[in-house]
């Protein structure tokens, strides 16, 4: 197999908007399991590089092709964008087999005659690549949005709300590729048992900030190969994701409602939490989404999740005043998680954020009436955004009969802050040492 001509594949099928980066990526290396590490490393890097750096890639081609990029046919400007990253960003590829690789691939593809045009703008830029300057500081707005890849759009907003050196830290944060994180399938193992056992593998473990139980893993090669993951002694899950249900407060025998749960990490973790004597109602809008929890399940050896196909914008009135906690963990622009799914940073727009923030409240509105008088309801997103965040979280305490609850109880002390206080927590990307998440607790009053 050509590593390039997949990750072309890859690329051109995300940049047309028919799938998601992580799991485009997913599928071929679902698809080609007999590759070698190096090979999965070089196409997964190829990939995540290529398209997190677009909008640097572009204004570099930009500067050196007759033909701008927006202009280029697809399969060439793909050709382009992932020989510049290799360019730019991957110094044990030598420059002549870059160039000559793209040059082959164009061929290929049927493009034969453009190989004197791939050839010309990628020697061209590989001549000069050490002069190309970035857009000045003085314009930050530019200067960011070129040297860290996010849309100008963005850019400004986090200017206005974080101001430059937090806005700065944020987008470097999303190049630091942290090791994956686990939660121990603690009814299975121990966190030490685990550890053990994979290490013995020569992959690389340590403990996960802010709970106990949770680890960070590295140096794997492919996670389905892993008979530890198998056998269901442990789920991915982020710590931010963890600290949404920690925030639950769940007790032994709750009943949990999760009205939007797939793949299933926190009601699996909630199912833990209320054992045997408690219940989880996990739901999701299609069949295939309450398959993925039902998996889930089944690998983790969890039985005390029922799962079911529920739209959380349609009133269920069996479901009135059942929750002792209800999680509305809702569709979001997922702006926290930059890191691990690159492309939404191309796809979300203002537009898009605003009709996510009216999917929100109209989910808010309809599953708030599911939780028992005295009861909880978590509310949380993986975005940094505030018209889904802080103003969602005041939009509902004046609509409806709940009170926000001090959340210190539940958290360690390095997260208690003014607002945790007050009922909120926002995790913000290379402030905290997770994903950018949000998690808002209420108690509805009697
Ligand atoms: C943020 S994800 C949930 C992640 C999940 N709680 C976990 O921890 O694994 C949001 C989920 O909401 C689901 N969803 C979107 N709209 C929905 C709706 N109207 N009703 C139910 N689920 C919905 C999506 O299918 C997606 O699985």
Redesign the pocket.
Known sequence: MDMRELALGVLLEVSAGEEYSHIALRNVLDKYQYLEKQERAFLTRLVEGTLERRIELDYIIDQFSSVKVKKQKPVIREILRMSVYQLKYMDSVPDSAVCNEAVKLAQKKGFRQLKGFVNGVLRNIARNLGEIKLPPEKEPVRYLSVRYSMPEWMVREWLTLYGREQTETMLSAFYEKAPLTIRVNKNRISPAELKARLEAQDIRVQAAPYLDGALQIDGFDYLGGLNEFREGLFQV?DVS?ML?VEIAGVKAGDHCI??????????LYLAEKTGETGSVDA????EY?AGLIRDNAERLGVTNVRVSV?????YDEASKEKADVL?A????SGLGVLSKKTDIKYRMSKEQQQELQE?QRR?LSTVEAYVKPGGTLVYS??TINRGENEENVRWFLSHFPYQAVSLDDCLPEKLRSETTKQGYLQLLPGVHPCDGFFIAKFRKKN
């Open positions: 899950q994701s949404a999760d009205v939007c749960a797939a793949p299933g990490g926190k009601s739901r999701d809008l299609t989404k529920k739209d959380a914008g349609i999680l963990d809702l569709p979001c999917l989910i997103t993986c």
